[in-house]
Every structure is written in C-alpha cells, then in structure tokens.
C-alpha cells in the first residue's frame, strides 16, 4: 500500500477529521475549501487556484457580494418557511440550523456585517415581523404564496358567514321571546271589600274575565227579575265562558303551532346553509390543478381511494393507475352531465347521493335530486360547483 492510498489510516483519519463544522477563520468563501489548520489555510492562499480568483474578484467585487447575499437570504428564508412557517422564533434559533450545514453561505462573504444587521434588513423589506425583546430578537415569516392568501381568505370568508348565521339565530330567538311575553301581558286584579247593600240580595261570583259585565248586571238586576230569568241570564252566562275558553284555547294553539313550523324551517334553512372546510369523500372523481407535479398530472382526473386527516386525500389517477397524496387545495370537483349519479360533499344534505339535473352555467350550479337518506326524492336548485362531485 502506498503512503496515499484510500484506506491507510492516514486517509481515514484525513476525511473523518474533513466531516462536519471547522473553523470558520481557515474557510475560504471565494474559493469555498476550508482548510484544517493555519497552513493548510496559509498554502491555500499561495496557490495558483487562490489567485485566480482574487484576480476575478477584485475586477468587480460588488457583484460577487450581492450574489453571495443573495444566496445566504434565499437559503435562510428557506430554513425558515420550511422548518418554522409562520411561527414567531428566535433569529439565533434559525441561524444555528442554518449553519448547521456544511455548505451554507457565510455571512462574512455578505453586506450584512451581522446577524442582528440582517434581521433588521428583513423587517424593513417585509419579508419578515421583527420584534425585539429582552431575549433578544425575534422573527416571523410572512408567507405571500398566492395559494396560502386564497385559502385565508376562503377561511375568512366562512368565518364571517358562520358568525353571520349565529346572529340571525340570535335575532330569531329574540323575537321568539318577544312575542311570548307580548301574549303573556295582561292587567293587574283589582280587589275590592265584599259588601252587599240589601239583605236579600243574592251574591254571584264570576271567576272568567270575559263574564265581568255581565255578571254586574245579573247582580244588579236579580233584586228586581224573577227566578226564571236569572236562569236565563246564567246560562248566557255559561254559554259565553265556554266559547271565550275555547276560542282562547284555539287561539294559543294556533300560536304555539306557528312558531314551532317557523322553528323547524329555521332549523331546516340553517341546516341546509351549514358548511364545513373539509369536503373531501372516498370514491368521488375529482382533478389536479396544481402545477407543482408538473404537466404529467396537470388537469388529470383521479379517484379518491382514502381519506386522512379530512385534509389529504390519496388519489388513484384513473390514466395512469398511480397513486398520489394531495391536499385538497390542489384538488377540485368534477361535475358530471345531467343524468348521472353525484355525491353531495358540503351543506345541510352533505353525505347524500343525489342525480343531477340541471346545470346553471350563469351561476355556478346546480339542480340535483336526493337519491338516499330521510329526503329522497327531494329537489333541490342552487348547488354550487364545489358542493357535489362525480361519484364512481
């Protein structure tokens, strides 16, 4: 074996010591070669190689840095999208994993002349919240990707519609307990002493409100009628109790009924209105938008085969036979011809198999008619596009 060969020890112990982090002073960032020790480093610097490109360098250096901060800001930004997203983390945090790399881009070869430099520059060029604290700095990645704003602003909007729903129910209870206590007013009795002004007069008593009038006049009169027309005037009397408590009582059930038909299509419109962020179902069709799996699968139908986490689908392309993980961002329904068998995926009839009928193109729905559950034979108009997908 000679003194150079691969697997003398000296070898071995050359590329064991080469492994991991060195010193950053014996490191080269033109050239990018770290050295071992002081002259290995000092041999570096006399070489031929070296000179070159200080040479190249020194014709125009602006250009090396920019292109050096460049580098360092993308990576950086990287790690830190990747690794935290959007939570709010100590900078020293992010930069100890960065340059737990081995390759990574110095930040000596940049215009930043330190870390806490560079974490000011992102806050003023927004691309990330600063905040400085006793603790030291912190950031927060500010994540601009067309498809993050869209799904915020999706949850935004569902937010709003769902606080929007609450508040009508609020109101409509409101008014229930209105018209309850509107119904239950009623005048405060009056009492009086019992007094009767001729011995031989006889004292009636009236329990019903209705009767009032007339049993003061059955009072005042029965001193001067006979016994058959007190009868007479009793059974008036009788008669009209009877037909107030009826009429009252018809009157009331009239009510209850109407507010609880008015409760039950509350009931039923809030159910039909209520929507989830998760649509995803098992053996629907649905198609690939995304461009990030390149043109192979681009506009591509496929077959959802299992559902995970409400979120993630895998998803069988019906040309290929291959099998994909994708969120349900990258996702869209397919809507069928009038005629076939759909799957309703979002609102009150969510989980119903259904037939679609007509189809809106001026606005964006459909007309469908509920095949399963309690409501077959239902049907129903203004299903948006999103709301029901082709089922296999």
Partial sequence: ??????????????????????????YCQMCQKQCR??????????????????????????????????????DFL???????????VHNNIVYNEYISHREHIHMNATQWETLTDFTKWLGRKGLCKVDETPKGWYIQYIDRDPETICRQLELEKKKKQYLDDEE????????????????????APTFTELSRENDEEKVTFNLSKGACSSSGATSSKSSTLGPSALKTVGSSASVKRKESAQSSAQSKEKKKKSALDEIMEIEEEKKRTARTDCWLQPEIIVKIITKKL??????????????IDKYTAVVKMIDSGDKLKLDQTHLETVIPAPGKIILVLNGGYRGNEGTLEFINEKTFSATIVIETGPL???????IQYEDFSKLV
């Fill in 37 to 74: 020790d002081e002259n290995g480093f000092k041999c570096h610097c006399m070489s031929e190689s070296h000179q070159r490109q200080l040479l190249l360098a020194s014709e125009n250096p602006q250009q090396f840095m920019d292109y050096f901060s460049e580098e360092f800001r993308n």
């Fill in 376 to 382: 077959k034979g239902r049907r129903v108009e203004g």
């Fill in 168 to 187: 009508k129910t609020a109101k409509f209870i409101e008014e229930q307990v209105r018209r309850g206590l509107e119904g239950k007013e009623q005048e």
């Fill in 294 to 307: 390149g043109e192979k699968y681009h506009k591509k139908k496929g077959i959802v085969k299992e559902v």
């Fill in 78 to 88: 990287e790690l830190l999208r990747r690794r935290f997203g959007t939570k709010r």
């Fill in 1 to 26: 074996m000679g003194k150079s060969d691969f697997l003398t020890p000296k070898a071995i112990t050359n590329r064991i010591k080469s492994k991991g982090l060195q010193k950053l002073r014996w």
